[in-house]
């Protein structure tokens, strides 16, 4: 009987140098920047046998993100046109959003909880929580799911 494989989130600060570069391995293959495994593990000064050895345990956050559907929570304050430029942002990144639920606003802040689709997101997700908490009148923006 196999052990169950657990997943944790870990800022890149606390993880091993190893592993974000691995990281940075597979994007440049990803992205065509390096042709072959070879070139990529030269580009960023590890051997093939370590990227290959961590090659299908490390994944950015975004990674996994990706193609996926996401649950958002945004904290708004209660002003007229606060909730469409958070969703504008959100929409001018590819997020396709298919549920919104807006609470009803107490002490001049509304939850609200959107659900979408992150197939043909454009940026990483921190890029996008950024743009969204950045956005005029959003208080604070975090996943709960996905």
Do not use: W
């Amino acid at each position: 009987m196999s052990i169950p494989a657990k997943y944790f989130i870990v800022e890149a600060s606390a993880m091993p140098e190893i592993f974000l570069k691995v990281a940075e391995a597979k994007r440049l293959l990803d992205t065509g920047e390096a042709a072959t495994v070879n070139a990529a593990a030269r580009a960023v000064g590890i051997s093939r046998s370590a990227f290959y050895k961590y090659k299908d345990t490390v994944r950015p956050f975004n990674d996994m993100l990706h193609g996926r559907i996401v649950t958002f929570q945004i904290l708004l304050k209660d002003e007229p046109g606060i909730l469409s430029s958070a969703l504008n942002v959100f929409a001018g990144t590819g997020v396709n959003i298919l549920t919104i639920n807006q609470n009803i606003p107490v002490n001049g802040c509304a939850v609200v909880t959107m659900t979408a689709q992150t197939s043909a997101l454009r940026r990483s997700i921190e890029e996008v929580l950024g743009a969204v908490v950045n956005s005029p009148g959003v208080l604070k923006c975090e996943i709960l799911a996905g």
